[in-house]
């Protein structure tokens, strides 16, 4: 079951979540890094086996699922991983909003309705 956040929970929750998002960036910034090098690995693979720098970028892959499960774990929304996006459901005048926070962004100061995402980010 969702939760709905306050504002106080919301940066109450920030360190935490800070790590989590944190740890999934800098794994997925491993995955990209490796790109050049294994995707081509990898298509040999398909049949073959593998190599053992392949190997290791499942770690890092797990790592991002991992991260991502700790957050849906917590009733928050991974909206984007490349950004470190996440919101947090809320009410707002009786309705359903998400209050938006990006990786980096000293504290939650930021919502938006439902249907308008990223780009309908008002400050609180």
Known sequence: ???HWTVAEANAALPQVRRIVGDLLAARERILEARP???PV???AIGNGGSRKAGDLILEFERVQRAADQIRA???FLKDINTGLIDFLSRR???DVFLCWQYDEPAVEHWHDIEDGFGGRQPL
Request: glycine content about 14%; cysteine-free.
């Open 37 to 39: 090098e294994i995707w």
């Open 42 to 44: 990898l298509e040999k």
């Open 1 to 3: 079951m969702t939760r």
């Open 74 to 76: 917590l009733g928050i």
């Open 93 to 95: 005048e009786g309705r």
